[in-house]
């Protein structure tokens, strides 16, 4: 997971404007937030998809 942020961060970093006023840490943060609401987005219909009794069953176990 962590080797997919960066590269995609690499990739889209070059996308910005080239002055910037803000440390690197927090350039990279909107990305971060970005590529985590895509995760969320991807991961949701897969989660309404999935019948409660197996995230019961996963808890469980």
């Known amino acids: 997971m962590l080797a997919l942020l960066l590269l995609l961060q690499l990739t889209l970093l070059p996308l910005l404007p ?28 897969r989660l309404l998809k999935k019948p409660r009794r197996s995230k019961l ?4 176990s």
Request: aromatic share 0%.
């Open 57 to 60: 069953r996963l808890s469980a």
């Open 18 to 45: 080239p002055p910037h006023p803000l440390p690197p840490v927090l350039q990279m943060l909107p990305l971060v937030l970005q590529m985590l609401l895509l995760a969320l987005l991807a991961t949701q219909p």
